[in-house]
């Protein structure tokens, strides 16, 4: 959803913390969600999820973005001991924060030694100038991670739009001047 102007042309919501509230789920799409994923290693997950945000125009070009997210991960996993990894990468020429979700049927090891099992995978897309909304949504992923309940519910979900309803009820602060993607 977007505001439009007095021409009619599609503008960003406003997203002050005053004038509206924002969820994770403001922040991706169901064509984002894989509540099932074909891969079970991290190179391959991340490249799935990858795909996906380029077919949705999330991200302009798959291979950079893939290489920084990948090369990043190995790094410095993001695996978290409660079975959720957060592989992002910040870079000029993304235009939007967003993120793609997938769901592993059993856990997968994560990361370059695969010491942390893993059944949930956030692939977020960062603009190298949006360092605030990123710091906002990673706190609306720690929310998440202190809901057992609706942690149990994603995992339990069948379909993406299941998935989507739990992100709407995590709440995360809209950065001052940023917008939240909105279809």
Known sequence: RRER????????MSTSPSLATSSLADYTSASLIVPQL????????????SRLMQQAHRIPDLLPFYHA???REFLVSTAMD???AFPH????????????????????SWGPKGTVPINLVFLIAVPATDAAGYINLISGFARL???SQLLARICAAEEGEEMMAVLRQI???PSKGA???HP
């Not at 990468?89 to 997968?108: H, V």
């Open 89 to 108: 990468a910040r870079l000029s020429i993304l235009k939007e924060l967003c993120f793609a979700l997938g769901r592993t049927a059993r856990p997968i």
């Open 82 to 84: 409660y079975g959720m």
């Open 38 to 49: 074909g891969e079970g290693d991290t190179p391959g997950v991340i490249q799935e999820l």
């Open 5 to 12: 102007s007095a021409k009619g042309t599609p503008q960003p």
């Open 171 to 173: 709440p995360v602060r």
């Open 69 to 71: 997210v990948l090369n």
């Open 179 to 181: 917008a939240a993607w």
């Open 145 to 147: 991670g202190k809901e």
